[in-house]
């Protein structure tokens, strides 16, 4: 079976939902991700599900129109200032179809953290979601070991770790440590390649504006995804240069195309 890919939200950040699941099937992606819990950024478009059910039935006739499925709701971020019940949009993505949610972890209360964790899992598997918890270099656990540790912590067995390849390259992620816990453990991949020279640049702007297609940088993408079990690909690669140079659909068709390039020459 071939690998899956989906259009992660943050690839076309500022972009309406409704034209995100257009540009994701017209393109070929099996999935979408969307943005359906905000993080309150500048320009970020709203799409809040709970308590709409106009606008719930209405992106599901886009995603059946355009031949696509929610792959993923994002973002829970566990904070103390922020809610601790998801379940109405737990509720509603599940209604989509959606079989995961996004996670991360912005407080360095991990004892805290653990707790509203294992609160936020019981809540998830009331809809039959899976928890994946990522460890972003922005954020306050941005490692490997860290995020592995606060699972173990919080001992769901709907929390999953979440390797998004760009912190996995950052982190120096080995097959060796990737081997160290089951498949089980793990949940989506998030794909995209890490910019040359990138040493040399702003973090934040890598992150959030100047990720590279897949196979063009200078992560080894290959050794990375080969350890890790075949899961889903949501492709995460903001990228603002590229979007305005070749069009939001443009550069979403060029992060498939060169993810499926690299999967194909790599056998992955």
């Known amino acids: 079976m071939s ?12 972009v309406e939902a409704m034209e995100q699941i257009r540009i994701a099937g017209e393109c ?15 320009g970020e478009p709203q799409l809040i599900l ?17 031949g696509v499925r929610l792959l993923d709701i994002e973002l829970v971020r566990i904070r103390e200032d922020l809610p601790e019940d998801y379940r109405a949009a737990f509720e509603a993505g599940a209604q989509l179809g959606a ?12 004892a805290f953290a653990a707790d509203r964790y294992g609160k936020i899992c019981e809540q998830a598997a009331q809809f039959g979601l899976t928890v994946n918890l990522e460890f972003p270099i922005v954020s306050c656990i941005t490692t490997f070991d860290g995020a592995v540790e606060m699972k173990k912590q919080v ?14 390259h950052y982190d120096k992620l080995t097959p060796e440590k990737i081997g160290s816990i089951p498949e089980e453990d793990y949940g989506i991949i998030h794909l995209c390649d890490c910019p040359k020279g990138a040493a040399n640049m702003e ?7 100047g990720r590279e297609y897949c196979g063009q940088g200078e992560a080894d993408l290959v050794t990375m995804l ?4 075949k899961h889903p690909c949501a492709i995460e690669l903001p990228n603002l ?25 790599n056998d992955l």
């Open 3 to 14: 690998r899956e890919f989906s259009l992660a939200y943050l690839t076309l950040p500022g």
């Open 28 to 42: 070929g992606y099996d999935f979408v991700s969307l943005r359906t819990i905000p993080m309150g950024q500048p």
């Open 50 to 66: 709970e308590g709409n059910p106009q606008l719930t039935k209405a992106v599901k006739e886009q995603m059946d129109r355009f």
């Open 99 to 110: 079989t995961n949610v996004l996670s991360s972890v912005w407080t360095k209360d991990y």
């Open 155 to 168: 001992g769901a067995d709907n929390l999953k770790i979440f390797v998004d390849t760009l912190y996995g």
């Open 203 to 209: 973090l934040t702007h890598v992150v959030r504006a």
């Open 226 to 229: 080969k350890a890790l079990p």
């Open 241 to 265: 240069a590229n979007m305005e140079k070749y069009g939001a659909q443009g550069h979403a068709q060029r992060c498939l195309d060169a993810a499926k390039k690299l999967f194909a020459e």
